[in-house]
């Protein structure tokens, strides 16, 4: 593979420009992008230029750039994602009509955990998730519960990389983290009181997939009380039992697989796959005409 500069292959450097764009910054400029990235100003001009062509960059109004709709062509074909969002769907949507807050499902990647699905009240406290945005595992119900049922080298990466506090309350020593992990793995549940935002309390449940292994969290943002809130962790266990048994009956296949899976008839699949033929075959047409 190509090597660019500092030794960086050429596609860890065209996702270094991608990864500028987050949340807070959904747009860019270039002089931003070669900010951020620490990139020559011909480098970063060069790469965003072939991911425009490409399509998974697109240009804004007054010279900015955003992420660009191929790439989430590519993150809604992600198998295991889209199986568990349509799998927790209905039940987030019970859940969040009995609660009226925030209720969310989170996976793990690397020492956060990435929100998938998420559905709000209008008059919901403070959340500091988004779908598609990331929190640290070790201050959020959701991440304390992925932690605790997840493997230990996961617990040693994230004592490793350092916690950040977010709040007086946010867990940021190893000893009050083993115990915290410990206790939700005796109870089922985690309950954070502020560790994000002082207003707010996270409350997290595991929800087991098809093979009997904790593959998400189901995680609701409430006011913060007192105590244990016994009523939302009924709330979030049935959603959770129940989106395990949707898991269950797809195999712990993703529903957007093999025709005549999940929530897509066999006769839809027949259409897809000639809609599917027809483009290939005019890609392909296109290929060999510009030989």
Do not use: C
């Not at 929100?115 to 209008?122: G, Q, Y």
């Not at 292994?213 to 009523?231: C, D, L, Y």
């Amino acid at each position: 593979m190509a090597r660019g500069s500092a030794g960086r292959s050429a596609l860890q450097q065209h996702l270094r420009v991608l990864d500028a764009f987050d949340a807070l910054n959904p747009t860019r400029t270039l002089t931003e992008i070669t900010r951020v990235t620490g990139m020559p100003h011909s480098t970063a001009h060069r790469i965003v230029g072939e991911l425009v062509r490409e399509r998974l960059l697109e240009r804004g109004p007054e010279r900015t750039y955003r992420l660009g709709l191929r790439l989430w062509e590519y993150g809604a074909r992600t198998p295991g994602v889209v199986g568990l969002r349509e799998a927790a769907q209905p039940w987030i949507a019970a859940a969040n009509s009995r609660l009226r807050q925030h209720v969310q499902l989170g996976v793990r990647v690397d020492t956060d955990v990435l929100f998938i699905e998420r559905m709000s009240a209008n008059d919901s406290v403070v959340n500091a998730s988004l779908v598609g945005g990331r929190v640290p595992l070790h201050a959020s119900s959701s991440g304390l519960v992925l932690l605790a049922f997840g493997h230990r080298s996961i617990v040693e990466d994230v004592i490793a990389t350092g916690m950040r506090r977010l709040t007086p309350h946010t867990i940021v020593e190893e000893g009050e983290l083993r115990r915290t992990l410990r206790r939700i793995r005796n109870d089922g549940f985690g309950v954070t009181h502020g560790h994000i935002h002082l207003e707010s309390m996270g409350v997290a449940v595991p929800v087991y997939g098809a093979d009997g292994v904790v593959s998400a969290s189901m995680g609701a943002v409430v006011k913060n009380t007192e105590g244990t809130p016994m009523a939302v962790i009924e709330i979030l266990n049935v959603a959770a039992a129940g989106m395990t048994r949707t898991l269950q009956q797809q195999g712990g296949q993703p529903s957007l697989g093999p025709p005549g899976s999940g929530n897509v008839s066999q006769r839809s699949w027949e259409v897809i796959e000639t809609v599917h033929r027809s483009r290939a075959d005019r890609a392909s047409r296109g290929t060999a005409g510009g030989r």
